[in-house]
């Protein structure tokens, strides 16, 4: 089994519609844990930190599941701007060393 | 407040050859790590410098090694190329210490490599 898992997609959707994204983590010492957000050949631009139960953002909610070991990722009104790939992370370090272990992203689609 | 930069954007070389990728953390951070991420695929973690020394090593072969200078900037070396190395090579910088906002990592825009 992966670290971190999710389903790579694509997602497509209309906009104005809900999205959801999950993504599943197999070590249960995991800290921290991050959504960022990836256009096509640019570097991953953080989104949203979750370290309790969950964050809300505008139209972004992250919540955080330890008992199933899962985060998800809701967006609300979805936007033609919000295509671009979703990439889950999770630090599970030691000491001052957080290394975040990335999931391989799930693609969203938005369409007029 | 200057974020993360790295040099160049764009590299093409040829198997076995050797190249030095740089990077300049935000600043106000003292941690660097780097990634390397292979198209459809999540970044995949190289290693991390703190204090000009590799704190922690991913999977990768003896053939990537690193620096961090006393400025914190650091230095991505990959000796004889393949072309499996082709890819974008990302560095995140942080803050070295425990939890809350310390350990979120930054992006900078990456180096992609093309190895022919």
């Known amino acids: 089994r992966k670290e971190v898992e999710q389903d790579p997609g694509p997602f497509n959707v209309p906009e104005g519609a809900t999205v959801a994204f999950n993504c599943t983590y197999s070590?249960?010492?995991?800290?921290?844990f991050f959504w960022y957000r990836q256009d096509c050949r640019k570097e991953p631009k953080l989104l949203m930190s979750?370290?309790?139960s969950g964050n809300e953002d505008g139209r972004f909610t992250a919540q955080l599941n330890r008992a199933s070991q899962y985060i998800s990722l809701l967006i609300r009104d979805s936007k033609l701007s919000d295509s671009a790939t979703y990439l889950c992370a999770v630090n599970a370090g030691t000491g001052g060393s957080y290394i975040p272990t990335f999931g391989r992203g799930t693609s969203l689609i938005v369409h007029p | 407040d200057a974020g993360v930069t790295q040099s160049p954007t764009h590299l093409i070389k040829t198997r076995g050859q050797q190249v030095t990728l740089r990077c300049s953390p935000k600043?106000?951070?003292?941690?660097v790590s780097w990634y390397q991420q292979a198209l459809g695929q999540g970044p995949q973690f190289i290693f991390q410098?703190?204090?000009?020394?590799?704190?922690q090593r991913g999977n990768f072969p003896d053939r990537f090694s690193g620096h961090q200078f006393p400025n914190y900037s650091s230095e991505l070396n990959v000796n004889a190329l393949l072309l499996g190395d082709s890819a974008l090579y990302l560095c995140?910088?942080?803050?070295?210490?425990?939890?809350?906002?310390?350990?979120?990592?930054?992006f900078g825009p990456g180096t992609r490599l093309t190895v022919l």
């Open positions: 600043s106000g951070h003292d941690t």
């Open positions: 995140a910088s942080s803050l070295w210490g425990g939890q809350g906002s310390s350990d979120t990592q930054y």
């Open positions: 070590n249960s010492a995991s800290q921290s």
């Open positions: 410098y703190y204090e000009e020394e590799e704190r």
């Open positions: 979750v370290y309790s």
